[in-house]
């Protein structure tokens, strides 16, 4: 019965061996494929002269960093395209104020609401 025993203990531990050897082999092939499929980011950066990064340019000063100012319905609005500033001056004052009413009122309107919104659904 004791050898019956060190036979079948015998044969599990074969078994297991069997069974992590071709765990690992499997492993290795899977990493040799993968490491085959992909390209590393240097070869890329080197080869294609591709420079990886992001630049945020929602806070990045203009080209003309010079702001104009515009006086309209007692309000002074701070703009940097003197075209638009130019243009804004050319307009009668009855224009003036309903495209600062139509752009700046009703635009500041919508964010306080939307903004307050916001804060009530989360």
Request: charged residues 15%.
């Amino acid at each position: 019965m004791n050898t019956y025993k060190q036979h079948i203990e015998y044969t599990y531990n074969a078994f297991c061996k069997i069974v992590i050897r071709h765990a690992s082999i499997d492993a290795a092939r899977t990493f040799y494929s993968k490491w085959n499929r992909e390209i590393s980011l240097e070869y890329l950066s080197v080869e294609k002269f591709v420079l990886f990064s992001n630049t945020d340019e929602y806070f990045v000063q203009p080209t003309s960093s010079k702001e104009y100012t515009f006086t309209v319905y007692g309000q002074t609005v701070m703009l940097n395209n003197p075209n638009l500033v130019a243009a804004l001056s050319s307009l009668s004052e009855m224009e003036q104020e309903t495209l600062y009413f139509c752009i700046f009122c009703i635009l500041y309107t919508l964010f306080r609401h939307f903004h307050s919104a916001a804060f009530v659904n989360r």
